[in-house]
């Protein structure tokens, strides 16, 4: 058998997976269960098994650590620091993770004792590098709101103008002008206005309106630019 000539490191990945919950935007983090860092709080994830790509290592990860399923994933970036795991030399690859709060409770299993939301401007120490991680994260996602439909991940299918307009508010963490704001997301063209208004409202309900995912393909292929 062929022996390689150098150590391998070992990989795994975690996931900064984030929501939107009662106007903030949220991080779902999972305690520790086991060393190092058990009882602390920290990023989901685990190491990548042999016959595993990353991606699929990464949702796996998140069902049997939160029970979350169909999510929104992209790969963020390698952390590889040689100190960053004391137990030996780990190599990670960070994901970005967007969940629809309205489709996906969250409950605890595996190596990990709890999985909770924390708001990303309230949250406890994190174990390993996952703090590094998670502003990374955080700042890519910021990013991205703006030239790429990313939002509509964290809404329910149906949803109405203002709840968009919160939405980029609560991430981007400034106000937006209301009647600019709906001229721009309008524009797009992705928005298809139902004949269908909130319900079980005190105000006045508002019409309800659906993300035209499919336009959003057909029109990527033609080269088309989101920007709010």
């Not at 999972?30 to 920290?42: K, M, T």
């Not at 970005?96 to 708001?119: C, G, M, Q, Y």
């Not at 991430?171 to 997301?185: M, S, V, Y």
């Amino acid at each position: 058998m062929y022996s390689y000539k150098y150590p391998h490191p070992a990989v795994t990945v975690d996931c900064a997976v984030f929501g939107l919950d009662d106007g903030d935007l949220k991080v779902l983090l999972i305690q520790r269960d086991l060393e190092p860092f058990a009882g602390s709080w920290a990023l989901p994830g685990g190491f990548v098994k042999l016959e595993e790509d990353l991606e699929a290592s990464a949702r796996r990860e998140l069902e049997e650590e939160t029970g979350v399923t169909d999510l929104y994933l992209e790969q963020l970036a390698t952390f590889g620091a040689p100190d960053r795991d004391p137990r030996e030399r780990v190599i990670t690859v960070a994901y970005l993770s967007i969940v629809n709060l309205f489709d996906h409770p969250v409950t605890a299993a595996t190596d990990a004792r709890k999985a909770a939301w924390f708001p990303v401007d309230a949250l406890p120490r994190l174990a390993f590098d996952h703090e590094d991680i998670l502003d990374l994260a955080l700042a890519r996602l910021r990013s991205k709101l703006r030239w790429q439909p990313l939002g509509f991940e964290f809404l329910p299918e149906k949803f109405t103008l203002t709840q968009v307009q919160r939405l980029y508010e609560t991430i981007l963490g400034e106000a937006l002008d209301k009647r600019n704001f709906r001229k721009k997301i309008l524009s797009t063209g992705l928005l298809v206005p139902l004949e269908e208004v909130e319900t079980d409202v005190a105000h006045r309900a508002a019409q309800l309106y659906r993300f035209d995912r499919k336009e959003y393909a057909r029109l990527q292929k033609k080269g088309y630019g989101f920007e709010i």
